[in-house]
């Protein structure tokens, strides 16, 4: 079963715009990850956060981890076209990562 | 520096035959994880390698088994392939010290008929 679940599963914004994706998860964790994949290919890793972290940032991406709530978020902010994408949370189990189902970003120019 | 890599980039097999999907590793890394990606899911991880052993397994039947070289390559076979087994084969590898990063290469399309 997957251990986290993205919210919302589609997203469409326009440039310029910012947007959140949510995503939570079920067990206790060391760390959660968020990925990138472009059309079916291989996932890029974004940014980890520890859980001792409350929130990290870089570049244009910004994560925040309640581990209370057993959520996190992913905020891009000032989108372009070319963050179309899916992203995907993962949690990550002794070197195993367990992904969501992801959420599907769609950039209008 | 050299990411990670796979072959073939597409595959497509019948039903019944078996298949081996290769992966290299990032330069430097050990360890090698193997995921499956069906179609709109996310990936579910099949198994992991390190020093040529499998060290973790994801929920998957016998039908899928691996194999780690030497120089840290690794192979997964799957034999007696479903119609179900169609998806992309996804590869990632990392330090066995750090596993928390995993670097993923660009995938094996597989369908099956």
């Known amino acids: 079963s997957q251990q986290g679940e993205e919210d919302p599963q589609a997203l469409s914004i326009q440039e310029g715009e910012n947007a959140t994706m949510n995503c939570s998860y079920k067990t206790s964790i060391n760390n959660l990850q968020w990925y990138r994949q472009n059309s079916g290919r291989g996932l890029v890793h974004l940014i980890l956060?520890?859980?001792?972290?409350r929130e990290k940032h870089s570049g244009r991406l910004r994560v925040t981890l309640d581990t209370s709530k057993k959520s996190s978020s992913l905020l891009i902010t000032a989108s372009r076209a070319a963050d179309t994408a899916s992203y995907f949370c993962?949690?990550?189990?002794?070197?195993?990562?367990?992904f969501g189902q992801g959420t599907i970003l769609t950039v209008h120019p | 520096d050299a990411g990670v890599t796979q072959s073939p980039t597409h595959l497509i097999k019948t039903r019944g035959q078996q298949v081996t999907l290769r992966c290299s590793p990032k330069?430097?890394?050990?360890?090698v994880s193997w995921y499956q990606q069906a179609l709109g899911q996310g990936p579910q991880f099949i198994f992991q390698y390190y020093e040529e052993e499998e060290r973790q397994r994801g929920n998957f039947p016998d039908r899928f088994s691996g194999h780690q070289f030497p120089n840290y390559s690794s192979e997964l076979n799957v034999n007696a392939l479903l119609l179900g087994d169609s998806a992309l084969y996804l590869c990632?590898?990392?330090?066995?010290?750090?596993?928390?990063?995993?670097?993923f290469g660009p995938g094996t399309r597989l369908t099956v008929t």
């Open positions: 990632a590898s990392s330090l066995a010290r750090d596993a928390y990063e995993q670097y």
């Open positions: 330069s430097g890394h050990d360890t």
């Open positions: 993962a949690t990550n189990g002794y070197g195993k990562l367990t």
């Open positions: 956060i520890r859980s001792n972290e």
